[in-house]
């Protein structure tokens, strides 16, 4: 793997957010498995990102997405969806977590913004409560209608699996 200076350990990432804090940065995080990066993924993180100065992304490790979303998953390995995530410019942070939400990480880095997406109410967003208390912001961005991994999994299912040429 590539390391990135956007990929961050969870004391890394602390210390990065502080520093930015510091420069007066507000800082947006979010969360997510982002499995198989798509249109909806690029351009919810793009909304995310202009919510603030820094957007921090923490990204569920392999064995929390196999937790999450059953046998199969992910279909990309933790290592590729944290190098993938660290290569768009308007990602400014990237960290890997193994439990099955980031409270841990969001307690530790206290954003101004948290987001996800459309599919979650604010109330229902881990951390919510967090943010709230220190007086930050929780929001839930519009998904774009009909793009997500499970119905890019559903799409390609068996039939489109090429079969390998006998030789």
């Known amino acids: 793997m ?3 200076k956007k990929l961050k350990t969870l004391s890394g990432l602390v210390r990065a957010v502080r520093a930015l804090k510091k420069k007066g940065k507000k800082i947006v995080f979010t969360n997510g498995c982002f ?3 798509h249109i909806g993924h690029t351009r919810y993180l793009k909304k995310a990102r202009k919510l603030g100065g820094a957007l921090v992304v923490a990204v569920n490790s392999d064995a929390s997405v196999k937790g999450l979303k059953g046998p199969g998953r992910p279909v990309n390995p933790e290592n ?11 990602v400014d942070l990237v960290v890997k977590f193994k439990e099955t939400t980031p409270y ?3 307690k530790a880095v206290l954003p101004d913004v948290l987001v996800k997406g459309g599919d ?17 912001q929780v929001l839930s961005i519009p998904f774009i209608k009909g793009r997500s991994t499970t119905k890019i999994l559903q799409k390609a299912g068996k039939k489109w ?3 390998p040429r006998e030789t």
């Open 2 to 4: 590539r390391i990135s």
């Open 35 to 37: 499995d198989i990066i």
């Open 80 to 90: 590729d969806r944290l190098e993938i995530l660290s290569e768009f410019p308007f």
């Open 104 to 106: 841990r990480v969001i």
């Open 120 to 136: 979650w109410p604010v109330k229902s967003i881990v951390g919510s409560d967090l943010v709230i208390k220190h007086g930050g």
């Open 161 to 163: 699996i090429k079969k």
